[in-house]
DNA sequence: ACATGATGTAATATATTTTGTACATTGCCA
DNA sequence: TGGCAATGTACAAAATATATTACATCATGT
């Protein structure tokens, strides 16, 4: 899938609005690495679905309230 | 992520909803192969985020009512 | 001044998803 | 009967996501 459709996340204001948690917290809740949460953070990739699902049910979430599907054109 | 959580998918029924749409058709709707979506039907694996909103795009749909979370417990 | 916790970087290794290709099967219809 | 469209299988290769480890920086509190 070469194309340039990108999605873009609200994880880190997310973390803040609940109560400051920590990356390495979420990490933890999420089942991943704080490295995969930096670099998401910092809209690196794309998370698979199976971490998204995993991560907006940590913050009571949709997957699409955290992850924006930004088209190409 | 080596855990037991699993997604599901309405793929092959949403596609027979969409006028009996053909894989191929699908795959190129969403910008992926049919081996792709063959392997999706087949619950083979979960696809990526990025390829999930494009299914769910291409039947008008929400990731969360093609694609379903199961919880390890 | 020092220790500590939170964040960031980098490099490499592993796992998973996606493609590409080639061929098999089945059902349909001229 | 023969051809074609739709689905499926198998396998290797490419692309991408995730883990691991180790170290850097910055702010905070003592």
Redesign the pocket.
């Known amino acids: ?2 194309d340039e459709s990108v ?1 873009r996340n609200s994880i ?1 204001r997310l ?1 803040f609005e609940h109560g ?6 979420l ?1 933890d809740a999420a ?12 809209q ?9 699902f995993r991560i907006a049910r940590v913050f009571g979430k949709g997957i699409e309230e955290v992850f924006m599907f930004e088209e190409s054109e």
Chains 1, 2 share one sequence.
């Not at 690196?44 to 998204?52: D, E, F, I, K, Q």
């Open positions: 899938m070469g999605i880190r973390r400051e948690m920590t990356q390495q917290q990490a089942g991943c690495t704080r490295q995969t949460i930096i670099l998401l953070e910092q690196r990739y794309a998370p698979s679905l199976t971490l998204a």
